[in-house]
């Protein structure tokens, strides 16, 4: 089974979203009716209107260690990124700003949602259909008086971040420059950037050679191309062996 995170959750976003977020040190919170799941881009809209706010805004987040689910659906390519981010300095500081909330997400049956009653109006931004569970979801969620726009941003300070993970299909070539890049940014010099090697795991080949009895893999035997005979030169010609 994949292992929750205590003290961490992972936000899966795009490289270049990473280096917006070091630059201006700054999380953005979006709006929710840019989500691919209609069912809870429906229960935002209803929360929002029923509250009478102008602007609801949301993250959403892991609470478990990275899975393939994750990295194909919330980055999808050689693009994506995570950022590891520390619970306890996240959560003590968005306790101190109105209008936020923050928590996990409950993924409730067909038959579970029916029960939902008038009372149960502060759930609605943090249930989901039970097919959404291998998300593991963790979300924050930012609602304001003031009018709708897209996107609302938390100061993020950089101490903040555990580390920060490529995705496992970036080339070695582009990780070695990416990771510089990031590492560049001012104040994050020290800061941790690896690779995923979720699909490509050297502990775990190294079983599979344990397996096989520590076999080597296979070399490839490279043709070797006639070289052009010199001008003036008859190329030799390979004789049959003889029986």
């Keep these: 089974m994949v292992a929750t995170l205590d003290n961490y959750i992972r936000r899966y976003t795009s490289i270049s979203a990473v280096i917006d977020i070091l630059r201006r040190q700054e999380l953005p919170l979006l709006d929710p009716q840019t989500w691919d799941d209609r069912n809870d881009r429906y229960f935002m809209a209803r929360y929002k209107e029923k509250k009478g706010l102008g602007g609801l805004y949301a993250l959403c987040a892991a609470r478990c260690s990275e899975t393939y689910h994750h990295w194909r659906v919330f980055t999808g390519t050689a693009d994506g990124a995570c950022i590891e981010i520390r619970r306890e300095p996240l959560e003590k500081a968005l306790a101190k700003i109105p209008g936020v909330s923050f928590g996990e997400i409950n993924y409730l049956r067909l038959d579970e949602v029916d029960k939902l009653k008038r009372s149960d109006l502060d759930r609605l931004p943090y249930v989901k259909r039970i097919g959404f569970t291998a998300e593991d979801e963790y979300r924050i969620v930012y609602e304001t008086s003031e009018p709708q726009a897209p ?3 938390l100061g993020f300070p950089l101490d903040w971040i555990g580390r920060i993970y490529l995705n496992p299909w970036l080339p070695e070539p582009l990780y070695a420059s990416v990771k510089a890049t990031l590492q560049s940014l001012p104040g994050c010099a020290k800061l941790s950037v690896m690779k995923s090697r979720l699909i490509d795991n050297a502990r775990w080949k190294k079983a599979g050679d344990k397996v096989v ?4 893999p ?16 008859k190329p030799k010609v390979l004789k049959k062996p003889k029986p």
Excluded at 213 to 216: K, L, P, T, V, W
């Design 151 to 153: 996107a609302y941003s």
């Design 213 to 216: 009895g520590n076999a080597a």
């Design 218 to 233: 296979t070399k490839t035997l490279k043709l070797k191309v006639p070289k052009k005979p010199k001008p003036g030169k």
